[in-house]
T-cell receptor
Framework: DGGITQSPKYLFRKEGQNVTLSCEQN?????MYWYRQDPGQGLRLIYY???????QKGDIAEGYSVSREKKESFPLTVTSAQKNPTAFYLC?????????????FGPGTRLTVL | KNQVEQSPQSLIILEGKNCTLQ??????????LRWYKQDTGRGPVSLTI?????NTKSNGRYTATLDADTKQSSLHITASQLSDSASYIC???????????????FGTGTRLTVIP
């Protein structure tokens, strides 16, 4: 069963804690992306990776970090430096390295800061 | 400034009725336009993708149109079903820029509710 999986589905964090969101894909896609979705706003790009061991900051990278050690995995760490982390986080992947290639999304992780 | 605007923000229709969602964009140069359906608490799922040369594309009861001259797109839903209740997001991709540039622009979505 091919696709993108994200875990956990729901995540609760206390202020000052770092948390890591998992994203795995078995589509053999080169590129992977992390987006943040807030009510009333379009998706905003946090980080993206177009090839293993390389990643680039998106529009709202402050307070987040990523790694891309394996083609199929692109975990996102929300650090204590992110002042407003409560949001719905979406991971996506695409076959090619350009943003004009179709992106396939995971089911999302809802992060709530207590 | 590259932007994607969708209207209406929300829409309520009766089951079985048709509806049309709008997307206007100022993204340039244009590469393609996609419509996604996003159920509450889930990731977006692609409905259609259209390039510059395509005017219409259908996916079952969903039909998307594109007017590249006026930079407008619409998504028409025929004979709506309760399962059509979701947010519909218009996404426009700009033409290839420098390698790695973020050329994808998202609308804020239209929230459709279909009632019995």
């Amino acid at each position: 069963d091919g696709g993108i999986t994200q875990s956990p589905k729901y995540l609760f964090r206390k202020e000052g804690q770092n948390v890591t969101l998992s994203c795995e894909q078995n589509l053999n896609h080169d590129a992977m992306y992390w987006y943040r979705q807030d009510p009333g706003q379009g998706l905003r790009l946090i980080y993206y990776s177009q090839i293993v061991n390389d990643f680039q900051k998106g529009d709202i990278a402050e307070g987040y970090s990523v790694s891309r050690e394996k083609k199929e995995s692109f975990p996102l760490t929300v650090t204590s430096a992110q002042k407003n982390p409560t949001a719905f986080y979406l991971c996506a992947s695409s076959q090619g390295q350009g943003f004009y290639n179709e992106q396939f999304f995971g089911p999302g992780t809802r992060l709530t800061v207590l | 400034k590259n932007q994607v605007e969708q209207s209406p923000q929300s829409l309520i229709i009766l089951e079985g009725k048709n509806c049309t969602l709008q997307c206007n964009y100022t993204v340039s140069p244009f590469s393609n336009l996609r419509w996604y359906k996003q159920d509450t608490g889930r990731g977006p799922v692609s409905l259609t993708i259209m390039t510059f040369s395509e005017n219409t594309k259908s996916n079952g009861r969903y039909t998307a149109t594109l007017d590249a001259d006026t930079k407008q797109s619409s998504l028409h839903i025929t004979a709506s079903q309760l399962s059509d209740s979701a947010s519909y997001i218009c996404v426009v991709s700009a033409g290839p820029g420098k390698t790695g540039a973020n050329n994808l622009f998202f609308g804020t979505g239209t929230r459709l509710t279909v009632i019995p």
